[in-house]
Nanobody
Framework: QLQLVESGGGLVQPGGSLRLSCTAS????????IGWFRQAPGKEREGVSC????????NYADSVKGRFTISRDNAKNTVYLQMNSLKPEDTAFYYC????????????????WGQGRQVTVSS
């Protein structure tokens, strides 16, 4: 079965850090760009960050620039999202998604989606 599995996330206080992982099962991520998206209650899904298949290109939403870092370890078939200096407004359900080679903002281009993980930033 071809799927993406997220791990990590949880509850953290404002200013804290969390790391999300996105691991592919049944296929290799070598040729796939990986995007992280999030959706908060009552809000539309938004793109957070993306990394190209080679790892040579990354992008971030303005709201997370300087705080979040995306990286990949193809040997482990995994992409990471390191989230630092977390704010209450980062609270959302986070998803990873895969599409061939390059990142895009068009979610319809993504072939595989993970089940999502909850991130809650609260004191």
């Amino acid at each position: 079965q071809l799927q993406l599995v997220e791990s990590g996330g949880g509850l953290v206080q404002p200013g804290g850090s969390l790391r999300l992982s996105c691991t592919a099962s049944g296929f290799t991520l070598d040729y796939y760009a990986i995007g992280w998206f999030r959706q908060a209650p009552g809000k539309e899904r938004e793109g957070v960050s993306c990394i190209s298949s080679s790892g040579g290109s990354t992008n971030y939403a303005d709201s997370v620039k300087g705080r979040f870092t995306i990286s990949r370890d193809n040997a482990k078939n995994t992409v990471y999202l390191q989230m630092n200096s977390l704010k209450p407004e980062d609270t959302a359900f986070y998803y990873c998604a895969a599409q061939l080679y390059y990142c895009s903002a068009d979610v319809s281009g993504y072939d595989y989606w993970g089940q999502g993980r909850q991130v809650t930033v609260s004191s």
